[in-house]
């Protein structure tokens, strides 16, 4: 396990844009893939984008287009651009490290969740 911290929610109106951040102060979350995962109220966790260590990104239907994955290599860091935000996408969004082999949609194939971050969508 490492320690991922999220941060770069907050409250915004429909058609709005944030960007949340993945930091990893631990460099042993280096060479692993990484994913942004949401969960809503009364609703459970679903995945929402990942980018592997060889920069291929995966995205849910729902945020294809709207959201775009990267990272900052000198940072540790990993990013979630999102854009065009819908009431639909209010959530609380964790990241995550991928260290088995599997599906990336699965969550049981991350770990070091990191606390959270908040997303609050208006219309």
């Known amino acids: 396990q490492v320690q991922l911290v999220e941060s770069g929610g907050g409250l915004v109106q429909a058609g709005d844009y944030l960007r949340l951040s993945c930091a990893a102060p631990?460099?042993?979350?280096?060479?692993?893939?990484r994913g942004w995962f949401r969960q809503a109220p009364g609703k459970e966790r679903e995945f929402v984008a990942a980018?592997?260590?060889?920069?291929?990104?995966y995205y849910a239907d729902s945020v294809k287009g709207r959201f775009t994955i990267f990272r900052e290599d000198a940072e540790n860091t990993v990013f979630l651009q999102m854009d065009s935000l819908k009431p639909e996408d209010t959530a609380v969004y964790y990241c995550?490290?991928?260290?088995?082999?599997?599906?990336?949609?699965?969550?049981?194939?991350?770990?070091?969740w990191g606390q959270g971050t908040e997303v609050t969508v208006s219309l």
């Open positions: 995550a490290r991928k260290v088995k082999p599997g599906s990336v949609y699965d969550a049981s194939v991350y770990d070091s």
């Open positions: 980018i592997m260590w060889t920069d291929v990104t």
């Open positions: 631990d460099r042993a979350a280096s060479g692993h893939g």
